[in-house]
């Protein structure tokens, strides 16, 4: 016969009907008496202590802790004789401000999930989702209070709302950033425009210079906001990144503020790099921007380049891992500095240390992801109070790089005699760009709209060289326009612009692959350099 002194009955209330089932449940003690509660718990200890999910049992009439499993004591870091005979909501749940009124007080009730915060030793606060069950031992109520440590999961979800947030934000960044290329390409077209016509000691010359490269400094911001929008159109070239940290330099004063002194120490023989130059700029705003957080008060900022040569004897000192060449980055700031624990997470997507809504934690990861992906190595070092330097190491390439700044050189004039239809909607932009390539000995026909293109196209009848047109516009878009011109005109090429980033407009199947682009704002030498060579490239 089964000897049943030693199986305490558990009955479990579940069920809105207040239905009982009985069931044979070790876990929890009857009321036959102290010495024979604690052999039960001896006895069932090693399994309660193997579960994962944190167990609290509390008597329901005195609102008492009667024990908890291991688990559960890891989760909010106490012992068991710091919270066994305290009231749950003393000890465990401090952010209720008395027993669980539903549970405590009614028999006939369903288990509940909850979503709370329980408290720590320490005062931090853990986030769980809390089951409470109502049960019944020989006649006495008692109460099982389970949680799970729902932290990873919070902190994922905070990821995706995140990355949901930057989603949106790429979109809206998408299309302010078309409409003010097309602004940006107004003022660049009329200030080149304006430039050849003036003379030197004009005292109009330096104004309009100097316009035009405000001009392309805001065309990098927009380049910046198309970076959130897509994936960007790498353009890999030999770079000096002396230039680029002179030309950036120029934004930085702006963008974090007069009381942070910018000291550039660039080696005047550096080598060059093989990189995308948008990709570089966006290292070296990123790392202020997270500089000048770390001087809320002000301080200094120094970027240096130099020439580093490492064999492997001094690669034990250094973080690349292959001998050779490079060019050395520093940006080192005299700021707060970061605790090791800090140090060794900068570089992880969405850590980040401002308070909520202050930081996105993608400006690091997104450096240390540009740098990886153009075989550089970057390493960080900082003490609490010392400061922080990043240092960042790219392979130099025997390649002398082409040192022409589209805003600050000399225009330098690409002429031609061919037709071209011009075919943009921003009548301001398009009587610029006509003008441009009018002086540079072109015969311009222009339209404002696909329908007046194609009615041109039809009716001119020698031939067309050239259809340089935008792709988004009203009614017809660029791509609907050029395949009906191209029965009127076979032979011409074609070119598109557009405010919008390339790879938007092929994703959209706006663009044909064997079409030019053209990414707004351009020059108007930079225009008259692409014209010149998509007319000069064989069909």
Partial sequence: ??????????????????????????????????????????????????????????????????????????????????????????????????????LLSRQNHPPEK????????????????????????????????????????????????????????????????????????????????????????????????????????????????????RKPRLEVQPLDLNRIILDTKKMLGRLIGEDIEIITKTDPDLGPIQADPGQMEQIIINLAVNARDAMPQGGQLIL??????????????????????????????????MDPETRSRIFEPFFTTKEAGKGTGLGLSTVYGIVKQIGGVI?????????TAFKIFLPRTGSAPDLIDGAQASYLPMKGSETILIVEDEASLRASIKEGLEIDGYTVLDAGSGREALSISRDHKKPIHLFLSDIIMPEMNGHEVVQKFTGYHPEAKILFMSGYAEESVIKKGLLDPKAAFLQKPFSQKVLASKVREVLAFSS
């Fill in 304 to 337: 240096q380049t130099a020439n580093i040569f490492i064999d492997k004897n001094a690669m034990p000192q250094h973080p690349v891992t292959i001998p050779g060449s490079y060019v050395m980055l520093s940006v080192v700031d005299n700021g707060e500095g």
């Fill in 1 to 102: 016969m089964q000897n049943t002194h030693l199986q305490p009955k558990l009955t479990i209330i579940n069920g809105i009907d207040g239905e009982k089932r009985n069931h044979n449940f070790n876990l929890f003690l009857n009321n036959r008496g102290p010495k024979e509660r604690k052999r039960h718990l001896g006895e069932l200890r090693p399994i309660l202590d193997s579960i994962k999910t944190g167990i609290v049992i509390i008597n329901r009439e005195t609102h008492r802790i009667i024990d908890a499993n291991q688990t559960a004591l890891e989760i909010i870091d106490h012992t068991k004789e710091e919270i066994q005979g305290f009231f749950c909501y003393h000890s465990i749940c401090l952010n209720e401000k008395g027993p669980c009124p539903s």
């Fill in 114 to 229: 909850t979503e709370c915060l329980l408290t720590k030793s320490n005062g931090e606060k853990v986030p769980v989702l809390k089951t409470l069950s109502p049960v019944i031992l020989e006649g006495l109520p008692c109460l099982v209070e389970s949680f799970l440590d729902i932290t990873e999961h919070k902190n994922l979800e905070q990821q995706f709302h995140q990355s949901q947030k930057m989603e949106a934000l790429g979109h809206l960044a998408g299309g302010v950033a078309h409409d003010f290329n097309n602004l940006l390409t107004i003022i660049t077209g009329n200030c080149d425009l304006a430039i050849r016509k003036l003379e030197k000691d004009d005292p109009a010359y330096r104004n309009v210079n100097d316009i035009n490269e405000a001009a392309f400094r805001a065309s990098a911001l927009t380049r910046q906001l198309l970076n959130l929008s």
């Fill in 379 to 387: 390493a960080v070092e900082s003490e609490k109070g010392q400061g």
